[in-house]
């Protein structure tokens, strides 16, 4: 059983900055890859980023040069630097972790808004 807890969403204005976190916990025997998907009204859930166990990154063409993720294995935590945030950029935010052992799971989603 592992579970993930996000936090760091909130209310913003167009330009400001916000950092993500999703921490995993439980029964934890490697984690593979992690990203963090964002799905607004009405639309279908997108990736944002992803960073892989080796430490190498991907972004959608959207966040690039705006937005960094990074993950601390220590704490089995994953982090999204969000800057320069747009009102596109509103939505909920849902981190996803690939367990070695039991697969994919979901965090519970934090809510970003970014007023313009």
């Known amino acids: 059983q592992v579970q993930l807890v996000e936090s760091g969403g909130g209310l913003v204005q167009s330009g400001d900055a916000l950092r993500l976190s999703c921490a995993a916990s439980?029964?934890?025997?490697?984690?593979?890859?992690m990203r963090w998907y964002r799905q607004a009204p009405g639309k279908q859930r997108e990736l944002v980023a992803t960073?892989?166990?080796?430490?190498?990154?991907n972004y959608a063409d959207s966040v690039k040069g705006r937005f960094t993720i990074t993950r601390d294995n220590a704490k089995n935590t994953v982090y999204l630097q969000m800057n320069s945030l747009k009102p596109e950029d509103t939505a909920v935010y849902y981190c996803n972790v690939v367990f070695a052992v039991v697969g994919s799971s979901w965090g519970q989603g934090t809510q970003v808004t970014v007023s313009s």
């Open positions: 960073i892989t166990s080796g430490g190498s990154t």
């Open positions: 439980g029964s934890i025997f490697g984690i593979n890859a």
